[in-house]
């Protein structure tokens, strides 16, 4: 397969545009470019050429259409909290924006679910959600757009309990780089009728079509909650205590990990009560309160029987979210204490019965090369990220290597490069080692949806050699 070859926007390009969109939702501005060309991951910025801001499905199709007969490049782009560069438009070209798209299209409240534009962001959704007292559970922190979370299969820390994206989609419509619109999935909550399609297009990071509705599962919101925290000596002690827990048919619908250079930086810059020790931090749902303190009476059973060195429970609304406020912007807050830094992050997810071994193995590298990186974790879903900071082209070399190895053992343990960030761009180096030859398959499913390759082009697959 040659690299893709496409053409450049030019004047006539953009005239076509505000035929289909209205001259304002087309812009070459250098603020608007600037905005979009790079998400929250370390790697390089690269503007589109133009970005359009469709307000509707059929908007879509026909720029794709127009794009595909053009051979241009279009980029989907939810809000760019991709970690992956997965929105960052490599090849120049048509950004295509969802801040437009963000209507809740039905709520099917008797259902437990929602349709919606892909451009709603995941917590504004669920502030609307409150009143019918449902809520879309996937939750990876930042306010991500529900099509990014799609496009990437986001996961986030209620995932042990709820499920990933792609458990809580029921159904989706998606244009094709062609411009047919494509309903893919069905209402009911059992589907068993032909190809599963609506999940091929789930993670494709916007390689093979383009979401512009999606019917989303509910759930009802916990009548009881409570959080939990127990810290522990070492790190490979907390994570025995994670199989543990996972073990014990307890239900957590948090189980998150940090180890102690975390507890330390949240606790001096959020004034989060933590000591300087591997922490876990618990959520438990329940209907009855007498249950959920059962659940918590033997959690705190578990965590002092693995040798936590102290265990904190609290139903208080206040603490509890104080608690996970840190925790969501801990990547933020070691962003920002590290002014002079840069961070490249993993996403490694292996069975939970491998994980202490996974984490063993994490840090015993960073003892051998000497290196200070984070370690975060959703533990629960046996998925870990090493924020490694950078300051040069040399740092960055000696971490890939390392990060190379942790992925390598990840796989041998049955894991994955990417548990939920995507492969974006970091993680095309991983692609032939974790998949072989089903690498082929999905560069024959690319070519057979997007033969002309203008979709979100140099994400996902290797490039091809220059001619
Ligand atoms: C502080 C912080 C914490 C995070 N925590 C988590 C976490 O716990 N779990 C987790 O999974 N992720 C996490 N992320 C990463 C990020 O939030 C997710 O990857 C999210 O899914 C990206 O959504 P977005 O709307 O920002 O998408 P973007 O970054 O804008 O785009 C992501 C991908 O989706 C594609 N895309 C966007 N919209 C569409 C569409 N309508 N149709 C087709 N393709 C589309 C883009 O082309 C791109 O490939 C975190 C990020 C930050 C900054």
């Given at each position: 397969m040659p690299a893709p070859a496409f053409n450049p926007v030019t004047p006539d390009d953009l005239n076509q545009l505000r035929r289909i969109l209205g001259a304002e939702a087309v812009s070459t501005a250098h603020a608007d470019l600037d905005l979009h060309a790079r998400d929250q991951s370390h790697h390089p910025e690269r503007p589109a050429e133009v970005i359009v801001w469709p307000a509707e499905a059929a908007q879509v199709a026909d720029v794709l259409r127009f794009a595909n007969q053009r051979r241009i490049p279009v980029t989907a782009w939810g809000v760019g909290t991709g970690l992956e560069g997965n929105a960052i438009p490599v090849y120049g070209g048509i950004l295509m924006s969802f801040e437009r798209m963000t209507r809740i299209v039905a709520v099917h409240a008797d259902d437990f679910q929602v349709t919606v534009q892909p451009g709603i962001g995941h917590k504004d959704l669920n502030d609307q959600l409150t009143r019918y007292g449902l809520f879309f559970p996937p939750d990876p922190g930042a306010n991500a757009s529900v099509g990014g979370m799609l496009a990437n299969n986001a996961s986030g820390i209620r995932t042990v309990k709820y499920g990933a994206t792609k458990d809580n989609v029921l159904r989706m419509?998606?244009?094709?780089?062609?411009?047919?619109?494509?309903?893919?999935?069905?209402?009911?909550?059992?589907?068993?009728?032909?190809?599963?399609?609506?999940?091929?297009?789930?993670?494709?990071?916007?390689?093979?079509?383009?979401?512009?509705?999606?019917?989303?599962?509910?759930?009802?919101?916990?009548?009881?909650?409570?959080?939990a925290l127990a810290a522990f000596e070492t790190v490979e002690a907390a994570v025995e205590t994670v199989v543990a827990v996972r073990g014990s048919g307890l239900d957590p619908a948090a189980l998150e990990l940090i180890d102690a250079a975390h507890a330390r930086m949240l606790r001096e810059a959020e004034g989060v009560d933590l000591t300087d020790h591997p922490t876990l931090f618990m959520e438990f749902h329940a209907a009855h309160e007498e249950s959920l303190q059962m659940g918590l009476d033997i959690v705190k059973q578990i965590c002092e029987e693995m040798g936590a060195v102290s265990f904190r429970a609290t139903t208080d609304i206040a603490e509890r979210?104080?608690?996970?406020?840190?925790?969501?912007?801990?990547?933020?807050?070691?962003?920002?204490?590290?002014?002079?830094?840069?961070?490249?992050?993993?996403?490694?997810?292996?069975?939970?019965?491998?994980?202490?071994?996974?984490?063993?193995?994490?840090?015993?590298?960073?003892?051998?090369?000497?290196?200070?990186?984070?370690?975060?974790?959703?533990?629960?879903?046996?998925?870990?990220?090493?924020?490694?900071?950078?300051?040069?082209?040399?740092?960055?070399?000696?971490?890939?290597?390392?990060?190379?190895?942790?992925?390598?053992?990840?796989?041998?343990?049955?894991?994955?490069?990417?548990?939920?960030?995507?492969?974006?761009?970091?993680?095309?180096r991983y692609m032939q080692q974790e998949h072989g030859p089903a690498l082929d398959v999905m560069r024959a499913i690319k070519q057979t949806l997007d033969p002309n390759g203008i979709l979100n082009p140099g994400k996902i697959f290797p490039e091809p050699e220059p001619m």
């Open positions: 419509q998606v244009a094709l780089a062609d411009g047919r619109l494509l309903n893919l999935g069905a209402r009911s909550v059992k589907q068993a009728s032909g190809y599963d399609l609506l999940h091929l297009f789930v993670g494709s990071e916007g390689t093979l079509g383009v979401i512009t509705e999606a019917t989303l599962r509910l759930v009802p919101v916990p009548q009881f909650m409570s959080a979210k104080k608690l996970w406020h840190a925790r969501h912007h801990s990547y933020e807050i070691m962003v920002r204490s590290h002014p002079d830094k840069r961070f490249f992050i993993n996403d490694v997810a292996v069975p939970i019965s491998a994980y202490p071994e996974l984490i063993g193995f994490v840090e015993q590298l960073k003892r051998q090369h000497g290196i200070s990186a984070y370690m975060i974790g959703h533990a629960g879903d046996g998925n870990v990220h090493v924020e490694f900071p950078f300051v040069d082209e040399d740092e960055y070399r000696l971490r890939m290597e390392i990060n190379a190895q942790i992925v390598a053992k990840a796989l041998e343990l049955g894991g994955t490069s990417t548990g939920e960030h995507g492969v974006g761009i970091g993680k095309i």
